[in-house]
């Protein structure tokens, strides 16, 4: 699974501000502000891995994660309580690319979940057109 995000996002009161509380039956919690290495989860402590070195830079909100295309860098996680076959879900993230040039005729990847049954499977993409 590939988990390229800023995290799933809480309402804000404010924009440009942290949550103060985050709304009940919130699943997973990533704020991506780590410099390198593991990103926590704040809620659900599913830890994604980092791959290809994932860095920082300067978020909505604090920082976020840095992705470089041309090193295949992404975050994963085991598919354990990931998987929403069959049932209404939500995900949010807050994506800024500096070029979607050169991406395939899929896309680059924001976030997917593949399972090793392909049940439940999804994704979000960019695709080089803008369109997601």
């Given at each position: 699974?590939?988990?390229?995000?800023?995290?799933?996002?809480?309402?804000?009161?404010?924009?440009?501000?942290?949550?103060?509380?985050?709304?009940?039956?919130?699943?997973?919690?990533?704020?991506?502000?780590?410099?390198?290495?593991?990103?926590?989860?704040?809620?659900?402590?599913?830890?994604?891995?980092?791959?290809?070195?994932?860095?920082?830079?300067?978020?909505?909100?604090?920082?976020?994660?840095?992705?470089t295309a041309a090193t295949l860098e992404y975050l994963s996680a085991s598919d354990s309580g990931l998987v929403f076959a069959a049932v209404d879900f939500t995900v949010a993230a807050w994506v800024?690319?500096?070029?979607?040039?050169?991406?395939?005729?899929?896309?680059?990847?924001?976030?997917?979940?593949?399972?090793?049954?392909?049940?439940?499977?999804?994704?979000?993409?960019?695709?080089?057109?803008?369109?997601?």
């Amino acid at each position: 699974m590939h988990l390229p995000l800023r995290g799933a996002l809480a309402p804000l009161t404010m924009p440009g501000k942290a949550p103060t509380t985050l709304p009940n039956g919130l699943l997973n919690y990533w704020k991506l502000d780590e410099a390198s290495g593991t990103r926590a989860d704040s809620i659900g402590g599913k830890t994604l891995t980092d791959n290809n070195t994932v860095t920082q830079a300067v978020g909505k909100i604090d920082f976020a994660g840095q992705f470089t295309a041309a090193t295949l860098e992404y975050l994963s996680a085991s598919d354990s309580g990931l998987v929403f076959a069959a049932v209404d879900f939500t995900v949010a993230a807050w994506v800024w690319s500096d070029a979607l040039a050169g991406a395939n005729a899929d896309g680059r990847g924001i976030m997917s979940v593949h399972n090793s049954d392909a049940i439940g499977d999804w994704d979000i993409r960019a695709l080089s057109t803008g369109r997601i």
